[in-house]
């Protein structure tokens, strides 16, 4: 069993009889000593993220999560293609909310971690870090710091970033997959 104070980061738990991952997780002291924990959570049966405040009687059951190697295949119409990565026959497609925001940095072929729960395919996870190709950047103009010396590039995935204004078309960029920012130009 888990106790309000347990849920951090990355914990998966069961809540209202469905399986939930903590996004974000704060401790905040009330009035008379009453100490709630803020969070923001995402049920990965279908993807929908809500905050909830947990007191200090709280108790949860853990989500027994399996999780195995999975490939991503494809994309159309809103759904996303993937199969086990040592056995290719096994597909399995998910939808853009259940994914959420990592849907962005997904390019064919990108090995991620697929969960099962109860048998059941509910969800991936990303790398926390991954490496993207440049496709637009408009040109950096020295001394064009009105905007604090970034600019926003488009990448292989179509997704935007903002990029400090040496990026240009053609590189490479490691983009944190939580947040959606840039983190550094590869070599």
Request: hydrophobic share 35%; glycine share 10%; charged share 25%.
């Amino acid at each position: 069993m888990l106790s309000y104070f347990d849920l951090r980061k990355g914990v998966q738990f069961i809540f209202e009889g469905q399986p939930y991952e903590v996004l974000e997780f704060k401790q905040m002291g009330k009035s008379q000593d009453v100490v709630v924990a803020q969070t923001r959570i995402r049920n990965l049966l279908n993807g929908k993220v809500l905050q909830k405040n947990f007191h200090q009687g709280d108790v949860f059951e853990e989500a027994e999560a399996q999780k195995f190697s999975a490939k991503f295949l494809y994309s159309h119409r809103g759904k996303y293609g993937f199969c086990e990565e040592g056995d290719p026959s096994k597909r399995f497609e998910l939808s853009a909310e259940q994914i959420g925001d990592g849907v962005n940095f997904l390019k064919p072929n990108a090995i991620v971690e697929g969960l099962k729960f109860e048998g059941k395919i509910v969800n991936i996870i990303l790398p926390v870090k991954v490496q993207l190709k440049v496709t637009d950047a408009p040109p950096g103009v020295k001394g064009d710091s009105s905007k604090g010396g970034i600019k926003t590039v488009k990448l292989e995935t179509g997704a935007t970033v903002n990029t400090p204004l040496f990026v240009e078309t053609g590189d490479t960029v490691e983009i944190n997959t939580e947040t959606g920012e840039y983190v550094r130009r590869v070599q």
